[in-house]
């Protein structure tokens, strides 16, 4: 059975995003951190709000690095 760390949260946010400013993921990433989960956060200088190729890659090494 493959089986993932459900208590492991990865955020991700793009430095330049005008829709949600960067700080909401730092203060998001806190409030989790506090109710006990194991967060991952980074912010990306120069990504706006969309998902960069090294987001999608940073992505896909989270999941395969969780799976059990």
Known sequence: DVIF?????????GAEDKTIPP???????G???SAGFKVTSKIYPGVGHTIS???AM???????????
């Open 53 to 55: 190729s090294e987001e």
């Open 5 to 13: 760390d459900t208590n492991s949260i990865l955020m991700m946010h």
């Open 58 to 68: 940073d992505a896909v090494i989270f999941l395969r690095d969780g799976l059990k």
């Open 23 to 29: 700080a909401a993921t730092t203060v998001a990433s």
């Open 31 to 33: 409030q989790l951190r």
